[in-house]
DNA sequence: ATAACGGATTGGCGCGCAGC
DNA sequence: GCTGCGCGCCAATCCGTTAT
């Protein structure tokens, strides 16, 4: 069905340009008019175009070019076949897993084949050849090692550092998890290229059809997996739906919504109150960066984005500068062509509008000025507009919250495909990693989540405090600001997978009290097998009664233990909950202590946190792997 | 719900330089 | 050589998102 003039050049293109080919053509042959002779035509027009945009993507991702096998890194694991990097493999989830693996195969040969010498800093040594080695495999395979800290004082934690480095580098859900990125930046990226993201007919504004078709199936997937689960509080065996927790937390786009409108509302209160001013701010990037421009130079909106964020960090840093005192929200919007640009509303005192009006306007036009000369007269209104707030015209929020219901989910907009154009502007966020929304100046809303967690009860102990979490409850989003000064969120550290150190959000901190309000540790467990994980938390509970009255446990050396020191009131607990042999336990042992999470059943996994043994429901995919066997 | 992670923002620290 | 200052970088922190 192709052309002599398709079928030359067909080969010579990447495998993801052929098959948005293969789907115009057959797209267009669908059509009631397709007639042999407007076919022809259409097809050589579409491989004319595919020729000239080929060259961008196999720029951007070498291992799309079919004719330069050069570029095909292959991964030896020694023990399995080699896997390459290449159109096939990306697009295929089990083959990235069979890379993931021989890459972790082949970084663990490294880690054995390494002399360690003699001298303090040997380790070391051995770690970072190590280290440099892997991320050099990782280019390769256009994947970005984990980052390091660059400076340590103490040799020890430096060695931590990079093992722990190394640790995630040697984990196949990590490496599956950057593939898993890599292909829709691949995807999108080479749509944009092909001209599929646009305003006209052909295309889909912000991202492409495809793209867009594959997030909404994602988020299908996502939905169903939200709708099978149960979420089970450890202390108490309480379970909740899942779903019933999503709808009423800031997963839920109407939330999330109504959650910003507040903040801007109350943003608007304190600028009235200051007696300060807004400035509504429009904010676009050179053509340059523009899909649609001529002068595109083949950037993706990601690296646009960062553009434009790398020039509003550079006018907030003169407002410091300056001393000019602001507040207010950023919000990241794409262009049809995908290319993104951002409003700001901003409150200001009148004195320091000007300035700060200034500052923004020279950094806006300081790339690419001669863009903006028309008949010798400086225009900057294509780069940058500036409104001034007037009281007279309405609220700021009101102008605010338009853009804030365009980006989510187009509740009570007027146009009709407001629904559609907010879903395409998530997506096309979700695909780039473009964060949306921004406010600055303001305490931080994790604080006043937590404090409107709290119950009456809670906070009843001091007047100031009961007050405040009114102002939270009821909305006052101004209010909390003026009185959140001592009130602080409160963490609890934790070690987890990696052996590193991440902390968790457990209420917030009132003077020196601290307020708990997500104190209980949940998990999620099938729907369908909540009775069982009941079940097995009620024998671990018993066991480790018993265990605990005969025994004493110690809490030390959570880090390298030496093997056989654990205390034995571990092994006799893990026992009677296993049923496994001493030796089976035995094996437990130290990944628990240096804070792994050990799968015992389909049901549980145990681990060992703060000095407490903690037990789990196991995660998503029932392939429990049994260590002791 | 949680963990992990990426991104944005803020504050602090160190470095270099000018002025004493 | 000391001090103060500005600048840029780094680390810590928080926010938002995804995967489970």
Same mark, same amino acid.
């Given at each position: 069905?192709?052309?002599?003039? /398709? ?19 057959s ?18 027009? +579409? ?19 079919l ?8 991964v ?14 990306? *697009? ?6 069979r ?6 195969? *082949? ?33 390769t ?6 980052p390091?800290?660059?400076k ?27 593939f898993t ?21 052909s295309?889909?504004a912000?991202?492409?059809? %495809?793209s ?24 108490t ?36 109150e ?9 904010w ?15 950037? +993706?909106?990601?690296e ?9 960090r ?15 929200? %950023? ?12 409003? *700001?509303?901003?409150y ?24 903006? *000369? ?25 102008y ?6 365009k980006?989510?989910?187009? /509740? ?5 495909d407001?629904?559609? +154009? ?26 006043w989540?937590?404090i ?40 609890e550290?934790r ?27 949940y ?28 025994f004493p446990?110690? +809490? ?22 296993t049923?496994?042999?001493l ?25 060992? %946190?703060?000095g ?18």
């Amino acid at each position: 069905m192709l052309t002599p003039f /398709a079928h030359h050049f067909m080969p010579k293109l990447p495998r993801i340009v052929q098959d948005d080919v293969h789907f115009q053509v057959s797209g267009r042959s669908r059509r009631a008019n397709a007639t042999r002779e407007n076919m022809t035509l259409f097809i050589n027009d +579409t491989v004319k175009h595919a020729l000239k945009w080929a060259p961008v993507i196999e720029h951007k991702f070498p291992f799309a070019d079919l004719r330069v096998n050069a570029s095909h890194q292959r991964v030896h694991s020694g023990a399995r076949s080699s896997v390459t990097l290449n159109h096939e493999t990306l *697009m295929c989830d089990d083959a990235i897993e069979r890379l993931a693996v021989n890459l972790t195969e *082949m970084f663990t040969r490294q880690i054995q084949m390494i002399q360690v010498e003699d001298g303090e800093t040997a380790y070391l040594n051995a770690l970072k050849t190590v280290f440099v080695g892997i991320s050099k495999d990782l280019r390769t395979v256009h994947l970005t090692p984990p980052p390091l800290k660059k400076k340590h004082t103490l040799l020890a934690e430096a060695e931590d550092e990079l093992e722990r480095a190394i640790c995630r580098c040697l984990d196949v859900k990590y490496l599956v998890r950057k593939f898993t990125f890599l292909r829709t930046q691949y995807i999108e990226y080479s749509q944009i290229a092909l001209a599929r993201v646009g305003d006209r007919k052909s295309q889909h504004a912000y991202l492409s059809r %495809r793209s867009f078709a594959r997030w909404e199936k994602k988020q299908q997937e996502a939905a169903r997996f939200v709708k099978a689960m149960s979420v089970v509080c450890h202390e108490t065996g309480e379970t909740f739906d899942l779903a019933e927790v999503v709808k009423r937390t800031t997963a839920n786009p109407e939330n999330r919504r109504i959650e910003l409108v507040v903040r801007s509302r109350g943003d608007e209160e304190r600028a009235v109150e200051m007696g300060y001013e807004g400035v509504f701010v429009n904010w676009t990037l050179p053509s340059k960066y523009h899909r649609n421009a001529d002068k595109w130079t083949g950037c +993706t909106p990601k690296e646009a984005h960062e553009v434009l964020m790398a020039k509003w960090r550079l006018a907030r840093a003169w407002f410091q500068k300056l001393d000019i005192h602001w507040f207010g929200l %950023r919000v990241a919007e794409p262009h049809k062509d995908g290319t993104p640009h951002a409003h *700001m509303f901003l409150y200001v005192h009148p004195d320091q509008k000007a300035a700060l009006v200034s500052i923004i306007e020279s950094v806006a036009i300081d790339e690419d000025k001669h863009e903006l *000369m028309i008949n010798g007269a400086l225009n900057i209104s294509p780069r940058i507009t500036i409104k001034h707030c007037d009281p007279a015209l309405g609220t700021a929020t009101g102008y605010i919250i338009k853009y804030i219901s365009k980006n989510i989910n187009g /509740a009570h907009l007027p146009e009709g495909d407001a629904a559609h +154009t907010a879903l395409s502007a998530t997506a096309w966020a979700r695909i780039h990693r473009i964060k949306q929304f921004s406010q600055s100046g303001s305490p931080p809303v994790g604080l006043w989540r937590q404090i409107r967690r709290a119950s009456k009860e809670d906070v009843a102990f001091d007047a100031q405090l009961a007050d405040l979490h009114e102002h939270c409850d009821k909305s006052r989003w101004s209010r909390f600001c003026q009185d959140v000064q001592d009130a602080q969120l409160a963490y609890e550290t934790r070690i987890n997978g990696y052996g590193e150190t991440v902390k968790k959000v457990r209420g917030f901190m009132w003077h020196d009290i601290i307020i708990e309000t997500a104190g209980k540790d949940y998990s999620l467990v099938p729907t369908a097998k909540v009775d069982t994980w009941k079940a097995a938390r009620h024998a671990v509970a018993i066991a480790l009664k018993k265990a605990r009255r005969a025994f004493p446990w110690s +809490t030390e050396n959570k880090c390298n233990p030496p093997p056989y020191s654990a205390p034995t009131g571990i092994e006799h607990a893990l026992i009677t909950v296993t049923g496994w042999s001493l030796k089976g336990v035995q094996c437990l042992i130290s990944p628990l202590l240096r804070g792994a999470t050990v799968p015992i059943d389909n049901a549980l996994s145990l681990s060992w %946190r703060d000095g407490e043994l903690q037990t789990h429901a196991v995660r998503g995919a029932q392939t429990t792997k049994d260590p002791s066997r």
